[in-house]
């Protein structure tokens, strides 16, 4: 079986997008269409609702352990402050892209059992490695 289908089948989200924003200049919209037309769940977290294409755009936190991969995409201000939410979830890998990255948060994300990754969501996508990483 797909394991993209049975993530889905069993309501788990392959990847929160932190930072998501209807704004289809920002590279967390991008990233949300991108990851959604290559087939994965997502779940888009932001400070406003929305919706980019088909995906809602929520303003409160998925439930733990339904969540695979997180990508942020936000500064590492904001997301000092989401910090307890983000270890809670018990996600697998987090992608810190470009102006996010952040030593401190970084190395707690580690020690929580997390695969951290300073990387590009788009590049990693577009590059066939998003499951690969």
């Known amino acids: ?76 201000q904001r997301l000092q402050a989401m910090m307890e939410h983000i270890l809670q979830l018990k996600a697998r890998r987090i992608i810190f892209n470009p102006g996010t990255e952040d030593e401190q948060l970084e190395k707690r994300c580690s020690e929580a059992g997390m695969h951290v990754m300073e990387a590009c969501t788009l590049v990693l996508i577009r590059s066939n490695q998003y499951d690969k990483a």
């Open 1 to 76: 079986m797909n394991p993209r289908f049975l993530r889905i089948f069993v309501g788990m989200f392959h990847t929160l997008v932190i930072g998501a924003s209807e704004k289809p200049d920002r590279y967390s919209y991008i990233a949300t269409q991108m990851l959604t037309q290559a087939g994965y769940s997502v779940y888009a977290l932001g400070f406003r609702p929305g919706t980019i294409g088909n995906t809602p755009i929520h303003t409160t936190w998925p439930a733990p352990g339904s969540v695979d991969t997180i990508t942020v995409y936000v500064n590492p």
